[in-house]
């Protein structure tokens, strides 16, 4: 019996070369290709490589899509550590609101490596970057946020500051924050907002 001829011969296609080698150098160029997809794959499949986090901080400066922003955070959190961490505090300082919020989500996934840097962040010459500071707070699971929320209380000189660390411990004070917030009362008694403020949250703390 005869052989028979394929009825459609296989077409053969040239070999062409890739544009990225898919190793972490090619995935972190695709970190800047111009097609989103390309890129939040990329952002994705970086978490596995501990090398890239500095990458991975720098496409957050420049990444407009949401999507690929989200991968981008994402790979930062699971690969974790103090390189982390640094590639994430910048971006408290941005202008951008949503990229501002990631960090701070982001940062509170990563409880032990961001407490020893609490402190620092409190003493900022920058108001804005302790208001936020005192946001993380509100997110943070660690034992020292009621020391840090009280020590702002004690401490802190700009209103706006001092009105964060209100509205967080409204939500998660104990009885440690009674003393400081009268004491707070009395500092801040020509500003009916914050002695307000600082009502409700005494008598949310003493009505539990």
């Given at each position: 019996?005869?052989?028979?001829?394929?009825?459609?011969?296989?077409?053969?296609?040239?070999?062409?070369?890739?544009?990225?080698?898919?190793?972490?150098?090619?995935?972190?160029?695709?970190?800047?290709?111009?097609?989103?997809?390309?890129?939040?794959?990329?952002?994705?499949?970086?978490?596995?490589c501990p090398e890239?986090?500095?990458?991975?901080?720098?496409?957050?400066?420049?990444?407009?899509?949401?999507?690929?922003?989200?991968?981008?955070?994402?790979?930062?959190?699971?690969?974790?550590?103090?390189?982390?961490?640094?590639?994430?505090?910048?971006?408290?300082?941005?202008?951008?609101?949503?990229?501002?919020?990631?960090?701070?989500?982001?940062?509170?996934?990563?409880?032990?490596?961001?407490?020893?840097?609490?402190?620092?962040?409190?003493?900022?010459?920058?108001?804005?970057?302790?208001?936020?500071?005192?946001n993380l707070l509100?997110?943070?699971?660690?034992?020292?946020?009621?020391?840090?929320?009280?020590?702002?209380?004690?401490?802190?000189?700009?209103?706006?500051?001092?009105?964060?660390?209100?509205?967080?411990?409204?939500?998660?004070?104990?009885?440690?924050?009674?003393?400081?917030?009268?004491?707070?009362?009395?500092?801040?008694?020509?500003?009916?907002?914050?002695?307000?403020?600082?009502?409700?949250?005494?008598?949310?703390?003493?009505?539990?």
């Amino acid at each position: 019996m005869g052989l028979k001829k394929a009825k459609d011969a296989a077409v053969l296609h040239p070999v062409t070369e890739r544009d990225y080698v898919r190793d972490t150098q090619g995935l972190m160029a695709q970190l800047q290709d111009a097609d989103s997809s390309v890129r939040r794959w990329a952002a994705r499949d970086l978490a596995q490589c501990p090398e890239a986090v500095t990458a991975l901080g720098a496409a957050l400066t420049r990444e407009i899509d949401g999507s690929v922003r989200e991968a981008l955070f994402t790979s930062l959190c699971t690969l974790g550590g103090a390189a982390a961490v640094d590639a994430l505090l910048p971006l408290l300082r941005s202008e951008d609101a949503n990229l501002r919020n990631g960090a701070i989500e982001s940062l509170a996934h990563l409880p032990d490596v961001v407490g020893s840097r609490i402190d620092q962040l409190l003493q900022d010459t920058d108001a804005d970057v302790r208001i936020f500071t005192v946001n993380l707070l509100g997110e943070l699971r660690h034992a020292r946020v009621g020391h840090w929320l009280q020590q702002v209380l004690q401490a802190e000189t700009a209103i706006n500051v001092v009105g964060a660390a209100i509205e967080v411990i409204t939500e998660v004070g104990t009885s440690m924050h009674l003393a400081p917030l009268a004491a707070a009362r009395s500092r801040f008694s020509d500003d009916p907002f914050t002695t307000f403020a600082i009502d409700i949250a005494r008598t949310r703390i003493e009505s539990t």
